[in-house]
């Protein structure tokens, strides 16, 4: 079996807040490699660095010091335009607030990356639909975000982050606002988005759900990653999304 290829890479990576005379180190030299296809779980306690973590992958945010690395490419090294270019092309994003355009219907939401990425108007509408349909919303195309539940306008998220292609999809939270019914709903279209597209899947989350279809986990805790378990070394008893539902590690 030939050995998966590294796609995303932090070495060393520190991030510092300055607060007046204060700084605040978010990040203490953080550490992580991550293959092509996997899906990781970044897991911490509120504070602990996740999300900062999550945002430098994502080209969101420089690191004070250190490096990110996507396909081997020095994220520092890149010019804004290229910057541009990764984030359109490269990730996907999807958040815990959905960060859907209200006056835009789930079709016009999900075509908004592809405008951006200059795809022409007759390969939009036709791609966008396609992805609906794959989320299982394509009867909802022309429905506003409003007239969507949360877990439908999460879906339109998911295939808005996937509409360009992308080889990663970033996941703040994606379950955090969604009941638990709804939220292993998510889980499991991200499961499935992960091994039918290869697509590799990092997720920055508390939910103890996500756990069950992870290939590997990263605890962060006071900005250091505190360990990285395989799926296999995790024990977990996650009851039953019906009714009162326990996690344990």
Request: proline residues 4%.
């Amino acid at each position: 079996m030939s050995e998966k290829r590294v796609t995303v890479k932090a070495e060393g990576v520190i991030k510092e807040y300055r607060m007046g005379g204060t700084v605040l180190q978010a990040l203490k030299g953080v550490d992580v490699s991550i293959e092509k296809g996997e899906y990781i779980s970044i897991m911490g306690p509120s504070g602990s660095g996740k999300s900062t973590l999550f945002n430098m992958i994502g080209a969101l945010d420089e690191p004070t010091s250190g490096v990110v690395y996507i396909d081997d490419v020095n994220l520092l090294e890149l010019s804004p335009a290229e910057i541009a270019w990764i984030r359109c092309w490269k990730i996907g994003y999807i958040f815990q607030s959905f960060n859907l355009l209200p006056v835009m219907s789930a079709l016009e939401n999900v075509t908004l990356p592809m405008i951006f990425a200059g795809v022409p108007v007759s390969e939009r509408r036709d791609k966008a639909m396609e992805l609906l349909t794959k989320v299982g919303l394509g009867e909802r195309a022309d429905h506003k975000p409003t007239e969507l539940s949360g877990g439908q306008q999460q879906r339109v998220a998911i295939a808005r982050a996937l509409a360009n292609g992308p080889a990663i999809i970033l996941a703040d939270e994606p379950t955090g606002n969604l009941d638990l019914k709804t939220g292993r709903d998510i889980i499991n279209l991200l499961k499935e988005m992960n091994e039918e597209e290869d697509v590799t899947i990092i997720s920055a989350t508390h939910d103890l759900k996500m756990l069950d279809v992870s290939d590997r986990v990263v605890y962060i805790r006071d900005g250091m990653v505190e360990q990285i378990k395989n799926r296999a070394e995790l024990e977990i008893e996650i009851g039953s999304v019906e009714g009162e539902e326990s996690g344990h590690l």
